[in-house]
């Protein structure tokens, strides 16, 4: 299957459903739902829009595919949250994903994003290294339990 028309489109109130539903899908095949990650996905206008962050969809035909979300750390922007309907993953909707954050991020002259992963997560990881980023000590008191990596991308 090959996706034609893929629409990336920022973040609409009616559209949080799935931003909450794709990823408890992958949080709970992989992990589970972390008490940081129900509060983040049961409210992103609180917790990613209102503090400067942004939230974005991978729409093909009508259906939403995928997100991510760049959230405002504060001092670095997070790139979190991306995640794929599992019936579309393996065509390359996460690097399209990854792709227009970098470009968005550039426009923004950010500096970097930063992510936090897991080592499990192989194809994840995989794709991260191929764009660019590059792993940098993980604190010790991430906000993630199951963070076991953290990588930077300079822009």
Known sequence: ??????????????????????????????????????????N??????????????????????????????????????MAVSPKYQGLKIGQKLMTFCIEFAQNQEWKSITLYSHRKLVPAINLYRKIGFKEVTLEENSHYERSSIKMLLKL
């Open 1 to 42: 299957m090959k996706i034609e028309n893929l629409e990336i489109i920022a973040y609409q109130p009616q559209l949080a459903i799935d931003f909450y539903k794709l990823n408890v899908e992958w949080l709970e095949k992989y992990f589970y739902v972390e008490p940081y990650d129900q509060k983040v996905l049961s």
């Open 44 to 81: 992103p206008k609180k917790y990613v829009i209102d503090p400067g962050g942004f939230i974005f969809f991978a729409k093909y035909n009508s259906e939403i595919i995928g997100v991510v979300a760049l959230i405002n750390q504060k001092t670095f922007f997070e790139l979190s949250k």
